[in-house]
């Protein structure tokens, strides 16, 4: 895998993140002829995060349609990239890179979700957009999950530290995988799918999760998670 290939699939994310932000924008331009300005303000000073409500709730209904045509995909696994449910009632899709601080941040809270909840299944899907390191961590991973051994190299991968050639070999020791990155035509087809969903999904970095018909593009901690699951769960019940 050239370094080339890794700044194309960098780039082919950054379109589409200010959709719902415009929209949100709109909404709110026309809520001071509806309600009067010092109402408006007064609202927005004393609760600001009817901003942040409003912006995800129009995010949600722009990509509810492309979810829906394509959750099949994102919600079924590469091999053995999953933990938890064998047969689930609610799928969490979660794009990371395992350079990224957020994403480390975000791994207890996974954990402790998947540990808890029996019902739920969490799907990785590996999105490398912070140089050769993290495209070699993610290749390694894909032939751990091709292998059967997933959940060993990447709990492997985490307690080791950042990725560098040195940590990278440690976990594929501990799993008991190869070190050393492939280009196999399957590892590309993933890599080039889940990069084309986060673009599609307006993703400016990792993580990124989805659940159900949310989308969340930071490390929004475990409460938030929990109840984007609750929220799914509901839905389809």
């Not at 129009?58 to 053995?80: G, K, N, V």
Request: charged share 20%; glycine share 8%.
């Amino acid at each position: 895998m050239s370094e080339t290939g890794g700044k194309g699939w960098t780039a082919a994310i950054v379109g589409g993140a200010i959709g719902a932000v415009i929209g949100s924008a709109v909404t709110l331009a026309l809520a001071p002829k509806l309600l009067g300005e010092r109402m408006v303000r007064e609202a927005l000073v004393a609760h600001p995060d009817i901003l942040v409500q409003s912006n995800d709730a129009l995010r949600d209904q722009q990509y509810a349609p492309m979810l829906a045509a394509s959750r099949a995909q994102f919600e079924t696994p590469f091999h053995s990239s999953w933990k938890g449910a064998a047969k689930p009632d609610v799928v969490l899709t979660y794009f990371y890179d395992y350079a990224c601080g957020y994403c480390r941040k975000s791994n207890p809270d996974l954990e402790r979700l998947v540990a808890e909840d029996k019902g739920l299944r969490i799907v990785y899907r590996e999105l490398p957009i912070l140089g050769p390191d993290s495209i070699a961590a993610s290749r390694v991973a894909l032939a751990a999950s091709k292998a059967g051994k997933f959940a060993a190299f990447h709990d492997a991968l985490y307690e080791a530290g950042r990725p560098t050639p040195q940590t990278i070999a440690q976990a594929a020791a501990a799993a008991g995988v190869a070190a050393t990155p492939t280009d196999a035509p399957d590892q590309e087809a993933e890599l080039k799918a889940n990069f084309a969903t986060a673009s599609q999904l307006g993703a400016t970095g990792t993580p990124l999760f989805i659940v159900g018909d949310r989308v969340m593009n930071s490390a929004v901690g475990y409460d938030a998670l929990k109840e984007a699951i609750a929220v799914a769960r509901k839905t389809r019940s």
